[in-house]
């Protein structure tokens, strides 16, 4: 699976949007990019995923760039509640998936 | 998450001696997998199944073992614990082009 690379940390305002990088440059053809967050010592929870389009769903939207090297997840309106790390991963959408969880990032949302 | 159940949530024991943690699920998802967190560490791949009987070794499986008798359940061995096992254990299961579903983990101190 593909390597990612992230900010270690970002900042936002509440009520603001939130846009969260990950550059997956070596990505193949068949790998999904898979966006995770972990809040405080809870297990991570599946945010969204895709493969080349963009995606929406009631928690978040994934722009992914038309050569795939790049993406960024969107919180729309940041609540203090979306503090947490954010994991960005790519894998093979149908293999056993040995994926590998990095450093992710550290979104802090500030009232 | 309901689907998902850790057991048990905290564990302490002595080094030396056999350990076993328990991931059931209800949701008939084909992929299973143990992962460790550390203090300030993202999460690493310990060992995962895909299927009945069928394992692997991820990243860090030295000193574990894993058995899958039946699809529900998927079981986690240290050997001889040690101190430097001491962690935050989560197990996740995933259908085949889904994303992962994390458990609420369990803690383990080995002193």
């Known amino acids: 699976d593909a390597k990612t690379t992230q900010p270690p940390s970002m900042d936002c305002a509440e009520g603001r949007a939130a846009n969260l990088p990950c550059n997956h440059s070596?990505?193949?053809?068949?790998?999904?990019v898979y966006w995770y967050r972990q809040i405080h010592s809870q297990g991570p929870q599946y945010i969204i995923h895709?493969?080349?389009n963009n995606e929406t769903n009631e928690m978040a939207s994934l722009i992914i760039t038309e050569d795939r090297k790049s993406s960024t997840l969107i919180l729309p309106h940041a609540t203090l509640r979306d503090t947490a790390v954010y994991y960005c991963i790519v894998r093979v959408g149908t293999n056993a998936g040995k994926s590998t969880f990095g450093d992710g990032t550290t979104l802090t949302v500030k009232p | 998450d309901a689907g998902i159940t850790q057991s048990p949530r905290h564990k302490v024991t002595e080094t030396g001696t056999p350990v076993t943690l328990r991931c059931h699920q209800t949701e008939n998802h084909r992929y299973m997998y143990w992962y460790r967190q550390d203090p300030g560490h993202g999460l690493r791949l310990i060992h995962y199944?895909?299927?009945?009987?069928?394992?692997d070794k991820g990243e860090v499986s030295d000193g574990y073992s894993v058995s899958r008798s039946k699809t529900e359940d998927f079981l986690l061995t240290l050997e001889s614990a040690t101190s430097s096992q001491t962690s935050v254990y989560f197990c996740a299961t995933r259908r085949e082009l889904g994303g992962y579903t994390f458990g609420s983990g369990t803690r383990l101190t080995v002193v």
């Open positions: 070596t990505i193949s053809g068949n790998e999904y």
């Open positions: 895709g493969l080349k």
């Open positions: 199944s895909y299927g009945v009987k069928d394992t």
